[in-house]
């Protein structure tokens, strides 16, 4: 009894330590939690602050769009300018109502936004009334003013804007300041909470040292008396008769786990199995109790073996002995009695099997189907297993909300129903193809694959099929995708890029344009003022007298300088645009133009191509024209070439334009990411007319452009530009 008292004693005392161990960390992470608290609160204010500057900076970017879109509009009267205007105001307004949302919490910010408000409605008024006064005509004479007063108040709103910055630049250098405190503190509360729990480890070590000690003494005092007890056995167990040393030597050696106990429970024979299956040393068992050798054993089995001792015979196939060191152990058992002496057993036989390891398997499986279950009903896609006569053997949740069946309702039914009908035939056909050679593949390659629901609707599908074998047989396993939402979004994608490439398209119309009204002006007005000047200067060096021979010398300096001026001047002219396109063809303008480049850039241009080019629209020519210029550009600007050969030519129908340059080259890996805005503009202006633009080069063998456009049979003049 006293020993009893002590082991409940201690292992109270060992609870207490436990509790103790665990309540160390809880407290620790407490701490640490309510400082990691005060880190996100602060980190959020430092975003808040973050937010409130890129609104301020969205503002004044979108007030600098709207004004860009005005300038545009009044200088082009262009209606494409409005709708980046009306763009930028919208998200003008958004932004000022944003800011006015996010500095709620600053009164001082208020009332700055509250100023600026006010000054951002004026300005985009005065803009509306700008856009309003052209449309009308009477820009020149009542808008312009109104620019200067623009100018004024937006001045004002960017310094309030700065203002507002440097209000919320204060107020992020004191946030973050405040957050490498609670840094800091969040560092101290870890360092702190890790040293208590090396103090407190090192503590349970200590008492467990102890505890070790005291349980070896304990051990001591228990061998004596197993020792004094094993020797009472010995002396009973030579009154036992012959049918009870009969029944030892078949419990010895039965192939089970059994033990032989008599009423007060002490052990008269026990298998080897028994000894095996539980760690125990024959020897060291014989004549001690049952409970014991087992203190651990539960009250409802002693219940039990009480039971029996009065004559019961009870058996359980599952029952679960739960250890206070270690994991529990399952056990299928039967207890019945022995003997009979004055009416009542002279002890119990307990057959014990140890059926851990088929229990444990049982639950890994049941594990194993639960977790392949949940697998399959969390999954995004729907999956269906499919058996040898078509009808769905699995399917997951995805599977019945995509097709709009309830849980399991899809379950033994024909997998075609959630195929079209107009495709079905050709499943079948595919799926004993399948069959016959399982792999994991994609389903209908290159097809739109069309998924049907329920109540009949279809919606595109992607299905990816898998074969496995299973307990049913062989299962064919689909992956089904909805990509509908995939589909709707490449659908907007292409709008997107046809309209892209619709806007590209006018701008590049509308460059040319503008190129051929500044051609046009640089021609007929400021090439004549130029030629005429440089007559009159000839005629009034021709009225100097030789007394003033300086005079004149330096009046025809300035005769020749005002002939230069008129040269340059119609070069610039027919660079913007070439009107000898249209008058001699693109032959004769290529040629012109490869002299004109290689004078002014002094290198070598070779130029071969003087070919029937009647069939060649405008559009055709002025895209081969624009390509060989910036061909030419690039290949002395990037690829510093000494020789280059432009050769225009006629093939199948098409008009070929190449440019081969001795530049140094370059590789794929050498071009940037985004290339410049040349190539795209050459790229763009040859998909407009259906043209086609190769772009071959090798580092140190110097770069090849290709460019070639269908010949339409319309030409850009009245007259046939054949070669000359």
């Known amino acids: 009894m006293k020993q009893a008292g002590t082991k409940r004693a201690i292992h109270v005392e060992e609870r207490w330590r436990l509790a103790l161990l665990l309540a160390i960390p809880l407290l620790v992470s407490l701490v640490m939690w309510l400082v990691a608290r005060e880190g996100r609160l602060a980190s959020d204010w430092v975003r808040h602050t973050l937010l409130v500057e890129l609104s301020l900076e969205r503002l004044l970017s979108d007030l600098g769009e709207a004004e860009s879109s005005q300038r545009g509009y009044l200088l082009t009267g262009e209606e494409q300018y409005l709708n980046p205007y009306y763009a930028a105001v919208g998200e003008a307004r958004q932004q000022l109502s944003r800011l006015e949302t996010l500095t709620v919490d600053n009164s001082r910010q208020q009332i700055t936004v509250a100023r600026i408000k006010p000054l951002v409605d004026r300005r985009l008024n005065q803009i509306d009334q700008n856009l309003e006064l052209y449309r009308a005509g009477d820009f020149e004479k009542k808008g312009k003013p109104a620019l200067d007063r623009g100018k004024q108040i937006m001045d004002s709103v960017r310094l309030l804007a700065s203002d507002v910055y440097s209000e919320e630049e204060r107020l992020l250098h004191v946030r973050e300041q405040a957050l490498s405190a609670i840094t800091m503190r969040f560092a101290w509360a870890l360092g702190l909470g890790y040293g208590l729990i090396v103090v407190a480890v090192g503590w349970l070590y200590r008492n467990v040292r102890q505890y070790s000690l005291q349980s070896a003494k304990a051990e001591d005092r228990l061998s004596k008396l197993n020792a004094e007890l094993d020797q009472r056995v010995q002396e009973r167990t030579a009154l036992l008769s ?229 307990s049913r047989g062989q299962l064919v396993v689909s992956f089904v995708s909805d990509i509908t939402r995939r589909k709707q979004a490449e659908l907007a994608l292409r709008d997107s890029e046809q309209q892209l490439r619709a806007l590209a398209g006018s701008l590049l119309e509308a460059q040319e344009d503008e190129r051929r009204r500044i051609a046009l002006e640089l021609h007929d007005d400021t090439t004549q003022r130029l030629a005429f000047l440089s007559i009159e200067l000839g005629k009034l060096a021709g009225e100097i007298p030789g007394a003033l021979e300086g005079v004149r010398a330096r009046i025809r300096e300035m005769q020749d300088q005002a002939q230069d001026a008129s040269s340059e001047v119609r070069r610039l002219s027919h660079g913007l645009h070439p009107s000898v396109i249209s008058d001699f063809g693109l032959s004769i303008a290529l040629e012109e133009f490869c002299q004109e480049f290689e004078g002014a850039q002094g290198v070598h241009v070779e130029f071969g191509g003087l070919v029937d080019d009647s069939q060649l629209d405008t559009a055709g020519a002025t895209c081969l024209y624009r390509i060989a210029q910036e061909g030419l550009r690039n290949a002395v600007t990037h690829g510093h ?84």
Not at 339 to 358: H, M, Q, R, V, Y
Not at 412 to 438: C, D, Q, W, Y
Not at 696 to 724: C, F, N, W
């Open 641 to 724: 070439a000494s020789e280059i050969q432009v050769t225009l030519s006629l093939a199948d129908g098409f008009m070929q334009l190449q440019v081969k340059d001795n530049g140094r080259g370059f590789t794929a890996t050498s071009v940037p990411a985004k290339p410049g805005l040349g190539v795209v503009s050459m790229r763009e202006r040859i998909r407009l007319v259906n043209g086609t633009l190769v772009v071959q080069s090798e580092p140190g063998k110097g770069t090849i452009i290709t460019a070639s456009v269908p010949l339409t049979g319309d030409s850009y003049a009245s007259s046939s530009h054949s070669a000359r």
């Open 242 to 470: 012959a049918r009870e040393e009969l029944l030892k030597i078949f419990v010895k050696y039965v192939p089970a786990a059994v033990a032989m106990l008599d009423r007060e429970m002490r052990y008269l024979q026990v298998s080897d199995r028994w000894c095996s299956d539980y760690s125990l040393d024959k020897g060291r068992i014989m004549g001690r109790s049952h409970y014991d050798v087992f203190p651990e054993l539960p009250e409802r089995w002693k219940a039990i073996h009480q039971r029996c001792l009065a004559g019961e015979t009870l058996r359980e196939e599952e029952d679960r002995w739960d250890q206070a060191a270690g994991a529990p152990i399952w056990l299928r058992w039967e207890v019945r009695p022995w003997g009979n002496k004055n009416g009542l057993p002279e002890g119990i036989l307990i057959f014990a099997e140890d059926i851990t390891g088929i229990k444990r398997s049982e639950e890994l499986l049941q594990e194993s189907e639960a977790t392949t279950r949940a697998l399959l009903d969390t999954a995004a896609q729907a999956i269906l297993a499919v058996n040898s006569s078509g009808e769905i053997a699995i399917a997951n949740r995805m599977a019945g909300e995509m097709f709009g069946y309830g849980p399991d309702e899809l379950l033994g039914k024909p997998h075609e129903i959630l195929v079209s009908e107009n495709v079905r035939t050709r499943h079948r056909m595919l799926e004993a193809e399948f069959a016959a050679h399982p792999k994991t593949r994609p389903m209908g390659t290159g097809l739109d694959l069309l998924g049907v629901r329920k109540d009949g609707s279809e919606f595109p599908i992607e299905v990816s099929l898998s074969s496995v074998h299973s």
